[in-house]
């Protein structure tokens, strides 16, 4: 069974600061993984998507890198902004009980300081 | 702008009622799926549907049913039968459900449901 987890669960870094959020996950056999933003009482936006044949994905101040075979992917955040604040969400696509679907962690909550 | 429609955004349940959530998404996908968000817990699927007239249970169907009558809308409704029915619900969409598109997920802003 597919289990995805992110820690830590919570951070707070000064603003300006490049930092760096994880993911794990246990089964290497994905077909994609998708880092979300959330705020609070709100819906998720996507950052970023990868393939499972991509090493990275760039987006802006984001950078996002995922090792299959080590199970891990992590997403940089470049000169950390006030603005940043939120949950970070990954998934991961994969196959369960013959259906394809996204199991998502539990998320990192960030918190920039002015 | 092409996107994923939830409402509304704030629902009250008494003990024993029948609500129903509305998602509608215009962005021509195929699949659309309906999650429930606790705190400390990951997303947790409830139902999904590949195309119209078809859907499938999820890791927690129970106390929920749904429809898929149009491509572009799939209301959730939240039965008496669900006992713990407070949470944030979130509805999300994709091109398709097959793997080899690889495409990834559209979320709506949510849906608080609280029983009063």
């Known amino acids: 069974k597919q289990e995805v987890t992110q820690i830590p669960a919570a951070l707070s870094v000064p603003e300006g600061e490049n930092l760096v959020l994880n993911c794990s996950f246990t089964d290497s056999a994905i077909y994609n993984l998708q880092w979300f933003r959330q705020d609070p009482g709100k819906g998720l936006t996507s950052l970023l998507l990868?393939?499972?044949?991509?090493r990275e994905q760039t987006s802006g101040r984001l950078n996002a890198s995922l090792d299959k075979s080590s199970g891990r992917s992590t997403l940089y955040i470049a000169a950390s902004q006030p603005g940043d604040s939120a949950t970070y969400l990954c998934?991961?696509?994969?196959?369960?009980?013959?259906?394809?679907?996204?199991?998502f962690g539990t998320g990192t909550r960030l918190k920039v300081l002015a | 702008d092409g996107g994923i429609t939830q409402s509304p955004k704030y629902l009250f349940r008494k003990e024993g009622q029948n609500v129903t959530l509305s998602c509608e998404q215009n962005l021509n996908h195929d699949a659309m799926y309906w999650y429930r968000q606790d705190p400390g817990q990951g997303l947790r699927l409830i139902y999904y549907s590949q195309i119209v007239n078809d859907f499938q249970k999820g890791d927690i169907a129970e106390g929920y049913s749904v429809s898929r009558e149009k491509k572009e809308s799939f209301p959730l409704t939240v039965t008496s039968a669900q006992k713990n029915p407070t949470a944030f619900y979130l509805c999300?969409?994709?091109?398709?459900?097959?793997?080899?598109?690889?495409?990834?997920?559209?979320f709506g802003s949510g849906t608080r449901l609280t029983v009063v």
């Open positions: 990868i393939q499972s044949s991509q």
């Open positions: 999300a969409s994709s091109m398709r459900l097959d793997p080899s598109a690889n495409y990834g997920y559209t």
């Open positions: 998934a991961v696509k994969g196959k369960t009980s013959g259906t394809y679907k996204y199991i």
